[in-house]
């Protein structure tokens, strides 16, 4: 498996857009990139998904450049309820048995 | 929007005591999964489950866990003598298909205590 690194945490405030960057060197042919959000007390939800370039969806975009040794996940104007933790995830495409492998996350704490 | 359902949110047991934790996964998924995250911890994958059988264990899963589908909605997880280092939170999830790529749909957890 891949091993990611991301912050630890980040500020931000109202109407900004956040950058969470992930590093992943070790990144296989195979693996795709797959993002997920953890409000305190929740379980984690899926935001996005992608293997290359920029994948784009309702709630933020992935940019992963062409070495596919890192992503960003970018989420647009955030505002408070966006205060989370945020989970990159590594993965093969095929002969997994799909259980998940988080690491500590960024945690991402909005400010008024 | 379909949801991944546990009941109940918080249960607390003594030391020793059995506890099951239930879980209603979405109605067309194939394919379960129990996490559990200790407090400020990450989230620790335990089990997967297809076609009534475990598909994958993590090392957590030892011999006091269990886990089954007992009809057709439901999908439990049994700690048959509970430890003080099981107090943490459990979520259930489940997907149409078992593998990464695919989205898996958690539920709000239970959070389970023990005394």
């Known amino acids: 498996l891949a091993k990611t690194t991301q912050p630890i945490s980040m500020d931000s405030y109202e109407g900004q857009e956040v950058n969470i960057t992930c590093s992943h060197n070790?990144?296989?042919?195979?693996?795709?990139i797959t993002w997920y959000q953890q409000f305190p007390s929740q379980g984690p939800r899926f935001i996005i998904q992608?293997?290359?370039t920029k994948v784009t969806n309702e709630v933020a975009s992935l940019f992963i450049p062409a070495d596919r040794k890192s992503s960003t996940l970018s989420l647009p104007r955030v505002s408070l309820s966006d205060t989370a933790v945020y989970y990159c995830?590594?993965?093969?495409?095929?002969?997994?048995?799909?259980?998940?492998?988080f690491g500590k996350g960024t945690k991402l704490s909005v400010k008024p | 929007e379909p949801e991944v359902t546990q009941t109940p949110s918080h249960q607390v047991t003594q030391m020793g005591q059995e506890v099951i934790l239930r879980c209603v996964p979405i109605?067309?998924?194939?394919?379960f999964y129990w996490y559990r995250q200790i407090l400020g911890q990450k989230v620790e994958f335990l089990v997967s489950?297809?076609?009534?059988?475990?598909?994958?264990k993590s090392e957590i899963f030892d011999d006091q866990f269990s886990v089954e589908r007992p009809d057709g909605s439901n999908f439990t997880l049994k700690i048959r003598s509970t430890k003080l280092e099981d107090s943490a939170m459990y979520f259930c999830?489940?997907?149409?298909?078992?593998?990464?790529?695919?989205?898996?749909?958690f539920g709000p957890g239970t959070r389970l205590t023990v005394t």
């Open positions: 995830l590594v993965g093969d495409l095929g002969g997994s048995q799909g259980n998940l492998i």
């Open positions: 070790n990144i296989a042919t195979n693996d795709y």
């Open positions: 992608g293997y290359k």
């Open positions: 109605s067309n998924h194939l394919y």
């Open positions: 489950f297809y076609n009534n059988e475990i598909s994958e």
């Open positions: 999830a489940s997907s149409e298909v078992g593998r990464r790529e695919y989205e898996q749909y």
